[in-house]
């Protein structure tokens, strides 16, 4: 079942571009998103969003004034027509590849995945799509590419992780009409899994650029700061791969040297067990080296450019590749000096010792000295700041991002 909230009428003098959202919970991609969606020229194109289920960015997308769909989270079971899809696809694939796993996914594929595809493209063809918009990745979106395929409509991929995909996501990739890649670390690995070049384009994502003077004082009240503390934040999800319980350990390091420096640990967590279980671990760390009196788990907030004002710096700790790295820009619009693991798509963004500093994944040592350079030398991390934000305004920006998708629409649909 399908549950619809439409808030516009139809209108066929523009072409009408449905965004699909499938993770539950608000990062960085719905976030993008929602900044292409926003400023897009809505006299050209009209913005349709189909989440999978609930998220807490669908409301903002409604006050935005466009249509707003979920799809239900209860998909249909197992069918004969999917039983004959799986026995087809195994004799096929026994013959091209010969695996167990290729076997499993194709099964898998047929079971869970055609049903949504099926239904996709119902969707797609009663509200007259005139182009896609995956919003996560090849592997992630593989049942709605297919939906897209079955509906005959042109498709994009926005590739916004760096997940591998096997032999039926390359399959599906041929009824893709044009991948958007969010870097060059993204672009590299699916040009490395057999994605022809022609197909890809490298647009970073897009922001809106903080007010001149963003006042944070309420929030040194609120978190219970003095004028004293040097505050040093760590902005993204509580999530295994983000690195936070190396910051841990940097900072144990710091506050010795500098007992009046705080952290601010800031990000949800997934409801998922293993990143749960992470963020025990992190509050058991922070009892066990001593931080208790030093670090703030602040949860989701909504008001990440009055953190980064109030920041003395960011660092942002991933200890695997990073597909973009959203929060280092954010914190360079800021004009706050960044320490970041260089790794993945941060090196599309820093200038290691000219627009930030940047260190080894999983290097405490390195991170710890990279944050004592910096908070010893406020003058030389000020123009640091001031640099990076100078570059990010004029790389990222939400109007050059939207004006090349825009673009890259108009190509597909010509």
């Known amino acids: 079942m399908v549950v619809r909230d439409r808030n516009q009428m139809d209108n066929r003098n523009r072409q009408r571009v449905l965004f699909i959202e499938k993770p539950p919970f608000v990062g960085g991609s719905v976030i993008s998103l929602y900044e292409l969606v926003s400023r897009l020229d809505h006299s050209r194109f009209e913005p349709v969003m189909l989440f999978f289920g609930p998220n807490p960015y669908r409301e903002r997308f409604r006050q935005l004034g466009i249509q707003v769909e979920t799809l239900s989270e209860q998909m249909p079971g197992s069918s004969q027509n999917t039983r004959d899809i799986a026995g087809t696809l195994g004799r096929y694939s026994r013959h091209a590849a010969g695996t167990y796993a290729f076997l499993k996914d194709l099964y898998r594929f047929a079971q869970r995945d055609y049903p949504i595809a099926k239904r996709t493209a119902r969707y797609i063809e009663e509200l007259r799509i005139d182009l896609v918009h995956h919003n996560n990745c090849l592997s992630t979106d593989r049942a709605t590419v297919l939906g897209a395929a079955l509906a005959r409509v042109p498709q994009t991929v926005h590739v916004r992780t760096l997940g591998a995909f096997g032999m039926v996501e390359r399959y599906l990739a041929r009824s893709v009409d044009g991948f958007i890649y969010i870097s060059q670390a993204v672009e590299g690995l699916y040009r490395g899994l057999g994605i022809p070049r022609e197909k890809g384009h490298i647009i970073y994502n897009g922001f809106t650029l903080p007010q001149a003077h963003t006042d944070a004082s309420h929030l040194r009240k609120e978190f219970g700061l003095c004028a004293q503390d040097r505050v040093i934040s760590n902005v993204g999800r509580i999530e295994w791969w983000k690195g936070q319980d190396y910051f841990l350990e940097t900072m144990a390091q710091i506050v010795k040297m500098q007992p009046n420096t705080k952290a601010l640990l800031v990000g949800g967590v997934d409801s998922t067990q293993q990143n749960e279980a992470y963020h025990h671990k992190l509050q058991q760390m922070t ?55 260089a790794a993945g798509g941060v090196l599309d963004i820093i200038e290691d010792k000219v627009t930030g500093l940047t260190v080894p994944p999983k290097d405490v040592a390195a991170m710890t000295g990279a944050i004592q350079y910096l908070l010893h030398r406020p003058a030389e991390a000020a123009v640091m700041g001031q640099r990076a934000q100078q570059e990010a305004s004029k790389r990222f920006s939400v109007e050059q991002h939207v004006r090349c998708v825009q673009s890259l629409y108009q190509q597909i649909l010509d």
């Open 287 to 341: 009892q066990e080296l001593g931080l208790a009196n030093h670090v703030i788990f602040t949860g989701f907030r909504s008001d990440i450019p009055q953190i980064m004002a109030m920041s003395d710096l960011v660092v942002h700790s991933a200890s695997e590749p990073e597909p973009f790295g959203r929060v280092v820009v954010e914190a360079m619009l800021a004009g706050r000096p960044v320490v970041a693991t």
